[in-house]
């Protein structure tokens, strides 16, 4: 479907609005081109007297036929004023109305789309589409529109009026049009792919601008200041040379069009002015239609500008549209889960998982009977933090399946299930606001003894007490305000404050010191009392007294067992052991 098209569908509870825009618009060009109408009837009053059309219609004094005139002519610029302010505030309205429906629609499907569908795509590029694209419609609808409908209203009144003076004049100036109208078309056809191609650089250079200004630190630190401006240079450049593509084209349509127009306004004068001295035609007319050529044929020089940002904000709308059509994957089932009724126990059967072709996870099978601790340790890269995701279902399995109480997640409503986890991850994201703000992301609305409490138990409370306003200081944005293991802490009193059924910790312990961790632990010693927990960890300190422990190789369980029973073993999970602690049991010395 064409862009206009997918537009004029999507904006279904706007087109009363859009119809009624259109009327003021078209009555606004209406009362724009009577004017000279008038002038025509004026001339006809002063050169034939009693016996012009006024004069025919009843009213035989000229001075009388020229108030009248002037009373009309009044009536007609106010009417032309009143339309012009309606058409406006209604068309600038709507941009403002639509833009604003559209950016909350494409965020708000943005959100459900699928974590792979984000890691394959640049942050900078999905900016420039819910900002940039969608502010292109505004500048589409608080002009352009308007300027379509006036040229194509201009155009059929000159033309009806012409066809009543002078039907031969009318075809001589009209012969131009078609050719106008194909040229536009013409140009129009060649600008798409060009401003497509626009705002795909344009997509791309607001990626690396993101990407660097999120990754200043290291530019810094490796002094890469140079190599990055080259990038950007780059990037820059390939913007420019895709715009100057369309402005060489773009730039072509106003004279190719004032050609043609120059052609149909030499006729009317010329073949206008021999038919005057002929008699055929009345001086009236003879006016009238010199001006109303103009009036036909220059609007269509504004097609060039049309054309130009039709082009522009189509461009634009197709990437926006195109977004908002891209269907979420892991919609989840209809089975509610209420909270309450979650047991915890969690079952991996025969569950394998790869990120494109190259396989994560084979065959892992697992059952976590309800309030046990099961902790994965392993290689990096052997897959733990995918075991995590997959419960989420921000990734979908491919074979096997995960089940919790003995439901498939894919039958969960997605919202329950995910209400029901507690999630610390690798890299939690921390948002702009408070202390307490951020401990109370996802339990919003609770209370500010609660927050205290489970600042607690991540040992975080002292901490936030030494910040400048304690729970209320702000601490920028994602967090950089704060040192990691101080994030870690307010990630995990998030995930204690939720109180959710199961909790899964991805690394949550790892940026902070030893006697810190000791802390957590014993907190959440009472914490995982009667929830499911599933532990992921390096530091093997944090993970020996879970009452399982699995040992991933290459995306496969290897080992599982409690602590003593892996270490009596003798396997990986000894050897890992001896390693971080440099000894065969007791107190280990992370390394
Ligand atoms: N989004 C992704 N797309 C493609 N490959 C990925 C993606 N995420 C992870 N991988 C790959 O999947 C494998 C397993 O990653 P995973 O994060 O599960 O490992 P992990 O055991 O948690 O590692 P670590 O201990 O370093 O956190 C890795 O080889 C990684 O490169």
């Given at each position: 479907?064409?862009?206009?098209q997918?537009?004029?569908?999507?904006?279904?509870?706007?087109?009363?609005?859009?119809?009624?825009?259109?009327?003021?618009?078209a009555?606004?060009?209406?009362?724009?081109?009577?004017?000279?109408?008038?002038?025509?009837?004026?001339?006809?009053s002063?050169?034939?007297r009693?016996d012009a059309l006024l004069?025919?219609?009843?009213?035989?004094?000229?001075k009388?036929?020229?108030?009248?005139?002037?009373?009309l002519?009044?009536?007609i610029?106010?009417?032309?004023?009143l339309?012009?302010?309606l058409y406006?505030?209604k068309?600038?309205g709507l941009?403002?109305?639509l833009?604003?429906?559209?950016?909350?629609e494409?965020?708000d499907?943005?959100?459900h789309?699928?974590?792979?569908?984000?890691?394959?795509?640049?942050?900078g590029?999905?900016?420039?589409i819910?900002?940039?694209d969608?502010?292109?419609?505004?500048?589409f609808?608080n002009?352009?529109a308007?300027?379509?409908?006036?040229?194509?209203c201009?155009?059929?009144?000159?033309g009806?009026?012409?066809?009543?003076?002078t039907?031969?004049?009318?075809?001589l100036a009209l012969?131009?049009v078609?050719?106008?109208l194909?040229?536009a078309f013409f140009?129009q056809?060649?600008?798409?792919?060009r401003?497509?191609?626009?705002?795909?650089?344009a997509?791309r250079?607001n990626?690396?601008l993101n990407?660097?200004i999120?990754g200043?630190?290291?530019i810094?630190?490796?002094?890469?200041?140079d190599?990055?401006?080259d990038?950007?240079r780059a990037e820059s450049?390939a913007y420019r040379?895709?715009?100057h593509?369309?402005i060489?084209?773009?730039a072509?349509?106003?004279?190719?069009?004032?050609?043609?127009?120059?052609?149909?306004?030499?006729?009317?004068?010329?073949?206008?002015?021999?038919l005057?001295l002929?008699?055929?035609?009345?001086?009236?007319?003879?006016?009238v239609?010199?001006?109303?050529t103009?009036?036909?044929?220059?609007?269509?020089?504004?097609?060039?500008?049309?054309t130009d940002l039709y082009?522009?904000?189509m461009a634009?709308i197709?990437?926006?549209?195109g977004l908002?059509?891209?269907?979420v994957?892991?919609?989840?089932?209809r089975?509610?889960?209420p909270?309450?009724?979650?047991r915890?126990?969690?079952?991996?059967?025969?569950?394998?998982f790869?990120?494109?072709?190259?396989?994560?996870?084979?065959?892992?099978?697992?059952?976590i009977?309800a309030?046990h601790t099961?902790?994965?340790?392993g290689?990096t890269?052997s897959?733990?933090?995918?075991l995590?995701r997959?419960?989420?279902?921000f990734?979908?399995i491919?074979?096997?399946?995960?089940r919790?109480?003995?439901?498939d997640?894919?039958?969960?409503?997605?919202?329950d299930?995910r209400?029901?986890?507690g999630?610390?991850?690798?890299?939690?994201?921390?948002t702009?606001?408070t202390?307490?703000?951020n401990?109370a992301?996802?339990?919003?609305?609770a209370?500010?003894?609660a927050?205290?409490a489970?600042?607690q138990?991540?040992?975080?409370?002292?901490?936030?007490?030494?910040?400048?306003?304690g729970?209320?200081?702000a601490?920028?944005?994602?967090?950089?305000?704060?040192?990691?293991?101080q994030?870690?802490?307010?990630?995990l009193?998030r995930?204690i404050?939720k109180d959710?059924?199961?909790?899964v910790?991805?690394?949550a312990?790892s940026?902070?010191d030893?006697?810190?961790?000791a802390?957590i632990?014993h907190?959440l010693?009472q914490?995982v009392?009667?929830?499911t927990t599933?532990?992921?960890?390096?530091?093997l300190?944090t993970?020996?007294h879970?009452?399982?422990?699995?040992?991933?190789?290459?995306?496969?369980?290897?080992?599982?067992?409690?602590?003593?029973?892996l270490?009596?073993r003798?396997g990986s999970?000894?050897?890992?052991?001896?390693?971080?602690t440099?000894e065969?049991?007791?107190?280990p010395?992370p390394?």
């Amino acid at each position: 479907m064409h862009a206009l098209q997918r537009l004029w569908h999507h904006a279904r509870a706007y087109r009363r609005d859009i119809r009624l825009a259109t009327l003021y618009s078209a009555l606004n060009k209406l009362f724009d081109i009577l004017p000279e109408v008038l002038i025509g009837v004026a001339v006809d009053s002063v050169v034939n007297r009693g016996d012009a059309l006024l004069g025919r219609l009843g009213l035989p004094d000229v001075k009388h036929q020229l108030l009248l005139l002037g009373a009309l002519t009044i009536a007609i610029w106010v009417c032309e004023s009143l339309f012009e302010y309606l058409y406006s505030l209604k068309w600038r309205g709507l941009a403002q109305a639509l833009q604003h429906d559209l950016r909350l629609e494409a965020y708000d499907h943005v959100q459900h789309l699928d974590l792979g569908w984000f890691e394959e795509r640049s942050t900078g590029n999905l900016l420039a589409i819910l900002n940039d694209d969608i502010n292109q419609l505004e500048r589409f609808l608080n002009g352009g529109a308007n300027q379509i409908i006036q040229v194509f209203c201009s155009s059929l009144l000159v033309g009806l009026v012409f066809f009543v003076l002078t039907p031969q004049i009318a075809v001589l100036a009209l012969v131009p049009v078609p050719f106008i109208l194909y040229g536009a078309f013409f140009f129009q056809r060649r600008l798409a792919p060009r401003y497509a191609a626009v705002r795909e650089q344009a997509g791309r250079v607001n990626g690396r601008l993101n990407n660097n200004i999120l990754g200043v630190a290291t530019i810094k630190a490796f002094t890469a200041e140079d190599y990055e401006l080259d990038r950007i240079r780059a990037e820059s450049d390939a913007y420019r040379e895709a715009n100057h593509a369309a402005i060489a084209w773009s730039a072509a349509i106003t004279p190719v069009i004032r050609m043609a127009i120059m052609a149909g306004f030499v006729a009317t004068l010329v073949y206008g002015g021999w038919l005057t001295l002929d008699g055929e035609l009345a001086v009236g007319a003879y006016s009238v239609l010199v001006f109303l050529t103009q009036r036909l044929l220059w609007p269509l020089t504004g097609l060039a500008e049309i054309t130009d940002l039709y082009q522009r904000s189509m461009a634009s709308i197709d990437r926006v549209l195109g977004l908002l059509e891209t269907p979420v994957r892991s919609a989840g089932g209809r089975t509610p889960l209420p909270r309450a009724a979650v047991r915890g126990e969690l079952e991996f059967d025969d569950v394998s998982f790869a990120y494109g072709t190259q396989p994560v996870l084979e065959h892992v099978t697992l059952r976590i009977p309800a309030g046990h601790t099961v902790a994965f340790v392993g290689n990096t890269g052997s897959g733990k933090t995918t075991l995590a995701r997959l419960l989420l279902r921000f990734f979908e399995i491919e074979r096997g399946a995960i089940r919790l109480d003995g439901r498939d997640i894919r039958e969960l409503d997605l919202r329950d299930l995910r209400h029901a986890i507690g999630f610390v991850s690798q890299d939690s994201f921390l948002t702009e606001g408070t202390v307490a703000d951020n401990i109370a992301y996802g339990s919003f609305g609770a209370s500010r003894a609660a927050i205290v409490a489970a600042a607690q138990a991540a040992e975080a409370h002292e901490f936030i007490e030494r910040l400048p306003q304690g729970y209320d200081t702000a601490i920028g944005e994602r967090g950089q305000k704060l040192s990691g293991g101080q994030r870690q802490r307010l990630a995990l009193a998030r995930a204690i404050l939720k109180d959710a059924p199961i909790l899964v910790l991805d690394e949550a312990t790892s940026a902070v010191d030893n006697e810190t961790e000791a802390a957590i632990q014993h907190s959440l010693e009472q914490m995982v009392v009667g929830r499911t927990t599933l532990l992921i960890a390096h530091r093997l300190s944090t993970v020996r007294h879970a009452d399982r422990i699995c040992v991933l190789e290459r995306g496969r369980i290897v080992e599982a067992g409690t602590h003593e029973q892996l270490l009596a073993r003798g396997g990986s999970y000894a050897a890992l052991w001896r390693l971080q602690t440099g000894e065969r049991g007791g107190a280990p010395q992370p390394a």
